[in-house]
């Protein structure tokens, strides 16, 4: 892969996603991919929620 394509997937959140979950099926699971998983889920939830709220209520 070219070098700025492996920049974007270590940093991708999918990425740590897939990784803990196949990491927890083989019963494998590096803690860091969870702990990345579980930052980026409130990260996201954080952004995205008052957002969410302020439009839904603008609506009304």
Do not use: C, D
Not at 5 to 28: D, E
Not at 42 to 51: C, G
Request: glycine share 10%; proline share 5%; hydrophobic share 55%.
């Amino acid at each position: 892969m070219p070098g700025w394509v492996q920049a974007f997937v270590k940093v991708n959140p999918i990425t740590h996603l897939a990784s803990g979950a196949r990491g927890l099926m083989h019963g494998t699971a590096a803690a860091g991919y969870v702990g990345w998983v579980l930052l980026w889920s409130a990260a996201l939830v954080a952004v995205f929620a008052p957002i969410t709220m302020r439009l839904y209520r603008s609506e009304r």
